[in-house]
């Protein structure tokens, strides 16, 4: 008896598979069907003739269509689940995680491929200071540890004045809220600036984020366009978020992100045909993350860009914002009137990336000596878990993870869980040990197949 292969699902007239292949088949998962060879799936489970074998092939054969017996179940649990031999990465929080003859999986497999691949914006880890505004960078600040470190990193380390900008979410963390308030007593040369949606716009806004995405995660896409008037206003002439490695790389992991958008930010040429373009529509040239910038900001105003669409390249997470913030028309306005007005003046804030190992000691950046440095220079407050190290200034964080993780479980979204990437990630590149990351998932992460109770803090906001 011939059975689908667990993972593969028919959708229309393909095949799909919901995991992370081996690195000779990464991101190969759909095989297109003729029309004897959908007749065929559409009748499993069934005894195949020698012909009917014929038909599907080799490359469906054993693949996606195998005996009884080589059915693969798919863990309940992370006592159930196959490890990496050499990261935390295991079958039960990326269902569909394939591993090579060495034990190894595809992130592991695929370490020396990608480790130039640091970041789809321009890195810039010495920011020079400006001329033509009180402030020489902009942080998007969470009180988190990330985004803790670079105001420790930019101001302290490297002397310069930081404008600090925070969207004040409703699900901000205790902890968060503390480690702010400490930045704001240690570090002199940051100023700091908050804001906040009115309850019913963002109450429109998270209903509809919750019906696309079963979750309400909307940062740092609302902190964009509640800011970058701001940031024009004041010239700020570079931004950056709280971004550490493992979620640039993730991009790539996650089909997000190709190849050519981790060169884009550092090539010449690829920059100078884009500014060529602006010269002849009579804007000015684009210097050094200005295109990432207005890209992501017009993606915010506007939606999708169509090219980006059809390339199959597609971050739901920032496409289910934009579709939710069409809920309240008027917090785009602002944003369309800036983006405007910085895109004829040239006066466009760059949006880059500061490599956070590059700039931690021996080249890693280590969760935990970076939480010791802060606790001592910034008055930081680690979350109550002390073994958390992934996101950790918002009190939701687990509805997300867990949104995430049982919609791809249940083959509902291609889209693998953000944290169960990243926590696999950090393990692989050291940035926490092995032990240390699989601690983390037992007990602060959202892998779970019964909703967790952080989904009713969203809930009770929202349905008000």
Request: one cysteine or more; a positive charge; hydrophobic letters at 35%.
């Amino acid at each position: 008896m011939y059975i689908l292969q667990s993972r593969y699902q028919l959708e229309n007239s393909s095949l799909h598979y919901y995991g992370l292949r081996n690195k000779e088949n990464l991101f190969k998962n759909v095989i297109r069907l003729s029309k004897r060879q959908l007749n065929i799936i559409q009748q499993l489970p069934k005894d195949l003739s020698k012909k009917e074998k014929r038909i599907l092939g080799k490359k469906i054969i054993d693949i996606a269509v195998v005996e009884e017996e080589k059915y693969r179940k798919v863990p309940t649990s992370l006592e159930e689940a196959h490890f990496c031999k050499n990261c935390a990465a295991n079958d039960f929080i990326i269902p569909g995680l394939e591993f090579d003859e060495n034990g190894l999986c595809p992130m592991c497999q695929t370490k020396e491929d990608t480790k130039w691949m640091k970041a789809v914006l321009p890195i810039l880890n010495d920011i020079p200071h400006s001329k033509k505004s009180r402030f020489d960078v902009a942080v998007f600040y969470t009180g988190g540890k990330d985004s803790t470190f670079l105001l420790y990193y930019l101001s302290k380390i490297k002397n310069l004045r930081v404008l600090a900008l925070t969207w004040e979410i409703h699900y901000m963390s205790l902890s968060a809220k503390l480690s702010i308030e400490g930045a704001k007593k240690t570090l002199d040369k940051v100023e700091f600036i908050s804001r906040k949606i009115d309850n019913e716009s963002l109450r429109k806004i998270y209903s509809k984020l919750y019906e696309l995405s079963e979750n309400t995660c909307a940062c740092p896409s609302l902190a964009y366009v509640l800011f970058y008037e701001v940031l024009v206003d004041e010239k700020v002439p570079y931004f950056v978020a709280g971004n550490e490695p493992v979620q640039m790389k993730g991009l790539y992991y996650n089909h997000m992100a190709p190849k050519i958008a981790y060169r884009f930010g550092s090539s010449k040429f690829l920059n100078f045909m884009v500014s060529l373009g602006r010269v002849f529509t009579l804007h000015p040239p684009l210097k050094k993350g200005q295109l990432q910038a207005l890209l992501t900001m017009k993606q915010l105003a506007n939606g999708d860009n169509i090219f980006k669409t059809m390339a199959g390249y597609q971050n739901s997470l920032v496409s289910n914002v934009c579709e939710a913030i069409k809920e309240v028309p008027s917090i785009v306005k602002p944003l369309k009137g800036a983006i405007r007005r910085s895109s004829w003046s040239g006066n466009i804030p760059a949006f880059i990336q500061v490599d956070l190992n590059d700039v931690s000691k021996d080249g890693i950046y280590d969760w935990r000596k970076v939480k010791d440095i802060l606790q001592k220079e910034c008055g930081y407050v680690p979350p109550e878990s002390l073994s958390k190290g992934l996101h950790t200034s918002c009190q939701s964080e687990k509805c997300k993870e867990y949104s995430q993780f049982i919609r791809f479980y249940q083959m509902k979204s291609s889209m693998i869980p953000f944290s169960a990437l990243e926590i696999s990630l950090a393990s692989r590149d050291q940035n926490i040990s092995r032990e240390e990351a699989i601690k983390e998932m037992k007990e602060n992460l959202g892998f779970h197949l019964e909703e967790v109770e952080e989904c009713q803090i969203m809930k009770k906001y929202f349905q008000k």
